[in-house]
């Protein structure tokens, strides 16, 4: 997706490569998130490996969701239903 208009994306959603590198974002994610290079550093520990196995999935051209609980502007953690579809080892990964 062009980096120009994932930022207008209506919903929260990162673009990240498989080692959970954010590369872009959409504006309205920074109402929910505080800003972070990586996201390991807003998944809950408790679901760390229902994201490794997400982000692991990149061969399948299906989408993948999972409930994941991710850390909100205020540090508090929030339960978001969270969908990636890989191409070329990019995903946009989409909260919901």
């Known amino acids: 997706m062009?980096?120009?208009v994932c930022k207008w994306a209506p919903v929260p959603y990162f673009q990240i490569n498989q080692e959970g590198t954010i590369l872009n974002s959409s504006n309205i994610t920074h109402s929910y998130s505080h800003s972070t290079s990586?996201?390991?550093?807003?998944v809950h520990k408790e679901d760390l490996?229902?994201?490794?196995?997400m982000l692991?999935?990149?061969?399948?051209?299906?989408p993948v969701t999972?409930?994941?609980?991710l850390q909100t502007r205020n540090k508090?953690?929030?339960?978001?239903?969270?969908?990636?579809?890989?191409?070329?080892?990019?995903?946009p990964l989409v909260m919901y």
Do not use: P
Request: proline share 0%; hydrophobic share 35%.
């Open 38 to 42: 990586n996201i390991w550093n807003i």
């Open 49 to 53: 490996t229902k994201a490794i196995l």
């Open 56 to 62: 692991s999935r990149n061969a399948s051209s299906t």
């Open 2 to 4: 062009d980096r120009n």
């Open 66 to 69: 999972e409930r994941l609980r």
């Open 76 to 91: 508090s953690f929030v339960n978001f239903k969270c969908t990636i579809q890989w191409e070329d080892d990019i995903g």
